[in-house]
């Protein structure tokens, strides 16, 4: 069953948030706007974990707190305050009231989801459940590429793989959107890639043969890319082939890769999709395509609804998670980009 965190904050756009981020985590949640609004929920189900708010109105933190651990079918749920608050006496408070962490005001949201991880973890070692471990079975790097299907589906650039005989065993969606479209690649009845022309062609195999030397040399080493030509006057395929594994390998095994993008192809979610490679959590990918767009950090905390201490914080973790250092660098990496993720 999904795990269920009970999320209590007064302020709507902070507890949007927090609710984005939990779900885009995996997690269940449940909102309340404060200390009554949690209570009556508890009256009658059970979530997982607590994160609630310190000040509130109607109910603090504090006395919502205290009215769980009045009740012994909570005594162990985990509980972690929210706060501004991060004075000696407020912590000596809630430990005392019998918190279980805290978690400073501005969320940093890349913490807060390692210590809701790490308190259901704790949770589930002192009633001694055990997540079941499969066995790990020997996989050919094949079946590892193979298996990863919807993950190359979903880059739009086209990607062919090529067993030992140069013959495609595998094509994700975009490679197959090339082949439809029949202006720049297509594909043999013998299952060879082929060029418009045949010079083009020859300098498709000869590329192909080079990535294979390599795999056979136990290189990674990628090729230089190739042009390729398009009857339709647009502009060039641009291709490279690069080893994915060495020599010799089961008959039908991928041995190359060949990546082919197409530089008329524009993508108009470019930004959340770069957003993915690096990781970033849903906050920040809206901050940086905000700034993508020309906003100013000041029109973006207005926008949003969230103080310019949240925005900042948030800026530092861009910065960190894409090791750039200025906001020019940041928005021209998410606007340039050559390895771009489609949506659905």
Known sequence: MPTTILCVEDEADLRADLAEELLAAGYDVVEASNGEEALDYLGHSRPDLVLCDITMPKMSGLELLARVREQPAFADLPF?????????RD???GKAAG????????????????????????????????PPVAPVEPISIGSALLGANEALNRMAVGIFLLDAERK???????????????????????GLLRGEKPQQTNALREMIDLALSRAAAGSRQPTQALALSRNSGRRSLFAIA?????????????VVAVFV???????????????????LTPA?????????????LDEI?????ISRNTVNYTMKNLFRKTDTDRQADLISLFISSPLILESD
């Open 168 to 190: 495609v065993v595998f094509r994700n969606r975009r490679a197959e959107d090339l082949l439809g479209e029949a202006d720049g690649i297509t594909l043999s009845r013998d």
């Open 99 to 130: 918190v279980d962490d805290y978690l400073t005001k501005p969320i940093d949201f890349d913490l807060m989801l390692i210590t809701i991880a790490a308190r259901l973890e704790q949770v589930a070692r002192i009633k001694g459940i055990t």
């Open 242 to 254: 690069c080893p994915v594994a060495r020599e010799p390998v089961a008959t039908g095994e991928p």
């Open 91 to 93: 912590v000596i408070a």
């Open 261 to 279: 993008s197409d530089p008329e192809r524009r993508l108009s979610q470019a930004a959340e999709a770069v957003a993915q490679l690096y990781g």
């Open 284 to 296: 920040e990918t809206r901050l940086a395509m905000a700034l993508s767009k020309g906003l100013r």
């Open 80 to 88: 972690i305050f929210l706060t501004a608050l991060a004075g000696r």
């Open 301 to 305: 905390a207005d926008e949003f609804g």
